[in-house]
T-cell receptor
């Protein structure tokens, strides 16, 4: 079965640089969620989109922005990167009929040097 | 507000013995509860979910969880541990809104000894 696709899987950036993470949801899933998991931490919700509109917002820094496109894929843009942004970033998607179940991608590991 | 508390940060069992990972929840509504597993350097895989249909929920790989409203608990069990079960397990509650965010517990690391 098709799963959530995230790219890149690994990313290394310098402080103050920018990064773009991409997420391709499972086909026919219309809602996308982003989570951040710091080292040894539990995942924390960042932001979600439904039908290309922001659905909910969590503890996402102002330096981060995200959007969902017409093909339902989503991008998380991160600017002025800080050392503390080093984390595993997960994308999840959920289908229209079962909005309470989220399926996660493999994650993008971002390292900021 | 919804929250979950995992009572053990680390559990160690021997292969072939039962597994019990404990989780208590707090919710103003009838909650949607989940267990996810994360193997080292891997993504999050859904083990099982509770959405008020049945209090005993069966998941993948022989895991099951029982929803106990009187105890506000949703403990994860498996009769016989396998080496491949070694991973981080997260108890999760949904925000209880349409397309609501997931709220994770702190995680329990399960070690399985040969």
């Amino acid at each position: 079965a098709a799963g959530v696709i995230q790219s890149p899987r690994h990313l290394i950036k310098e402080k103050r640089e920018t990064a773009t993470l991409k997420c391709y949801p499972i086909p026919r899933h219309d809602t996308v969620y982003w989570y951040q998991q710091g080292p040894g931490q539990d995942p924390q919700f960042l932001i979600s989109f439904y039908e290309k509109m922001q659905s909910d917002k969590g503890s996402i820094p102002d330096r981060f922005s995200a959007q969902q496109f017409s093909d339902y894929h989503s991008e998380l843009n991160m600017s002025s990167l800080e050392l503390g942004d080093s984390a595993l970033y997960f994308c999840a998607s959920s289908p229209l009929a079962r909005t309470d179940t989220q399926y996660f991608g493999p994650g993008t590991r971002l390292t900021v040097l | 507000a919804q929250s979950v508390t995992q009572l053990d940060s680390h559990v160690s069992v021997s292969e072939g013995t039962p597994v019990l990972l404990r989780c208590n929840y707090s919710s103003s509504y009838s909650p949607s509860l989940f267990w996810y597993v994360q193997h080292p350097n891997k993504g999050l895989q859904l083990l099982l979910k509770y959405t008020s249909a049945a209090t005993l929920v069966k998941g993948i790989n022989g895991f099951e969880a029982e929803f106990k409203k009187s105890e506000t608990s949703f403990h994860l069990t498996k009769p016989s541990a396998h080496m491949s079960d070694a991973a981080e397990y997260f108890c999760v509650v949904s925000d209880n809104l349409p397309r609501g965010k997931l709220i994770f517990g702190q995680g329990t690391e399960l070690s399985v000894k040969p």
